[in-house]
């Protein structure tokens, strides 16, 4: 597994704490060539002077974008062409959406839109689009998006998607969650089963970080402190991630869902086709985007 990802380029958003940071630690220190994505210019220069000391030989690059506003993903994405310039490649053979967050109170972006919703959903939406030409270019290319079992027992509320009506903060993470896995379905099936790039959703199970602590309400942030003490170090959801980006068992892989290396069943509405394609047409128009540029346009609408 090591060797097989050595000399690859991956990018990996949010990868300046908990798994992200991992991730790109256990990818750097195999010869991996990354470009970490974080909000924070200083905690992305400290985690890549830090980064740099572990393997000097890599190619390690850190950008940064507040992925909750789209003008910023649009930068990220032209910033990424550029790092990879400059690394002498042309290419790109993996991307790890895996920056979330979770937002106790209701917080519109400047752009207008939910943060969570924004962030969690919206940017790995538009920056995969934004990377699709450079992913092309792999001889075989991975989209990871980080999901999570809090999508189980959810739906999409339609008639107010982003919960900007009745917010509840753990309703609306549950439903980025839900749409990471309908944007995975949706996107692999306009890949199409020929394609050289496969998207997988991951669930990373219960992992000790502090996701639950950035932007909570003290009662929130208490409860979090007690049930992350049962969750895995970062360290081991990292290999969940990177056995997805890399492996190369999973070229011909067709399943969305998976969990530390094994496969799960994700819930019966994050396999419902109609969903995935309803929310697909909805994240276009919300990311101002035609998938057909991309090369993602429509294909056999579902009736
Ligand atoms: N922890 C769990 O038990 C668990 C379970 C299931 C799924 N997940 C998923 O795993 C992923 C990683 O979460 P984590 O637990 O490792 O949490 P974390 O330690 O808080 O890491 C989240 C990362 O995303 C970045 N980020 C947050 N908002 C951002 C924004 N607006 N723009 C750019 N970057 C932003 C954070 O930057 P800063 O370092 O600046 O905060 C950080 O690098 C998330 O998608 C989460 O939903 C976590």
Redesign the pocket.
């Known amino acids: 597994m090591e060797q097989k990802l050595a000399g690859k380029v991956i990018v990996v958003?949010?990868?300046?704490?908990?798994?992200?940071?991992a991730t790109v630690d256990a990818l750097v220190r195999q010869g991996t060539s990354v470009i970490g994505?974080?909000?924070?210019a200083e905690?992305c220069r400290q985690v890549e002077e830090h980064l740099r000391r572990l393997n000097p030989e890599t190619r390690l690059a850190y950008c940064v974008?507040?992925?909750?506003l789209q003008n910023q993903v649009h930068a990220l994405a032209d910033a990424i062409t550029e790092r990879l310039a400059e690394f002498g490649v042309d290419h790109l053979d993996g991307l790890i959406n895996?920056?979330?967050?979770f937002s106790y109170w209701l917080t519109l972006t400047e752009e207008g839109f939910e943060l969570q919703w924004a962030?969690?959903h919206l940017a790995p939406f538009l920056l995969t689009h934004l990377l699709m030409p450079l992913l092309r270019r792999a001889p075989s290319a991975r989209v990871v998006t980080?999901?999570?079992?809090?999508h189980y027992n959810t739906r999409l509320r339609w008639d107010d998607i982003q919960l900007r009506r009745r917010y509840n903060g753990l309703l609306a993470y549950k439903q980025t969650?839900l749409a990471n896995i309908l944007f995975t379905v949706e996107l692999n099936r306009r890949l199409g089963e020929q394609s050289a790039i496969r998207a997988f959703a991951a669930?990373?199970?219960?992992?000790n970080?502090?996701?639950g602590l950035?932007d909570s309400s003290l009662i929130s942030r208490l409860v979090w402190n007690i049930r992350?003490r049962g969750?895995k170090p970062?360290e081991v959801a990292a290999k969940g991630l990177i056995f997805l980006v890399g492996d190369p068992s999973l070229d011909t892989a067709k399943d969305v869902y998976w969990r530390d290396g094994y496969l799960k069943i994700p819930s019966r509405y994050a396999r419902d086709l109609q969903a995935a394609q309803r929310l697909w047409k909805i994240s276009e128009q919300m990311c101002g985007i035609s998938s057909s540029g991309y090369g993602l346009g429509t294909v056999d609408d579902l009736r």
């Open positions: 958003t949010g990868a300046t704490s908990g798994i992200g940071l994505v974080g909000r924070s905690r974008a507040d992925l909750g895996n920056a979330g967050t962030v969690n980080v999901s999570s079992a809090s969650k669930d990373p199970g219960l992992v970080t502090d996701i950035k992350r969750g970062p």
